[in-house]
């Protein structure tokens, strides 16, 4: 069995309904597949867009990514606080409360 990382991008409409945008499988989640997904999103899908806003798991390559695509002030990211509060009770289940307040 093969396997791959279901990467995805989705948005909300004018009835707050989520719309998928754009998604893709990639053989590996690192920087190299974040930055080809980020750029066809953005030379194929938000084109133009002035700013863009991400929200997303703990893994790095997004946050590399979305730093050199879109910098501050046209690109925001930040973590997911349902992964962070996951994270943080695991942490503290293991003694280690740390890299988050």
């Known amino acids: 069995m093969l396997n791959?990382?279901?990467l995805v991008v989705v948005s909300f409409n004018a009835?707050?309904?989520i719309v998928h945008l754009a998604y893709t499988l990639v053989e590996e989640e690192n920087n190299v597949n974040?930055?080809?997904f980020l750029l066809c999103?953005?030379?194929y899908i938000i084109n133009d867009c002035t700013s863009i806003y991400i929200i997303s798991d703990m893994h790095i390559g997004i946050k590399n990514e979305m730093e050199k695509i879109w910098p501050e002030p046209n690109g925001y990211h930040?973590?997911?606080a349902q992964t962070l509060q996951a994270?943080?009770?695991i942490n503290l289940k293991i003694g280690q409360p740390k890299g988050f307040v």
């Open 4 to 6: 791959r990382n279901l």
């Open 87 to 89: 994270i943080s009770i």
């Open 41 to 43: 999103l953005k030379q």
């Open 15 to 17: 009835n707050n309904e």
């Open 78 to 80: 930040w973590y997911c």
């Open 34 to 36: 974040w930055r080809w």
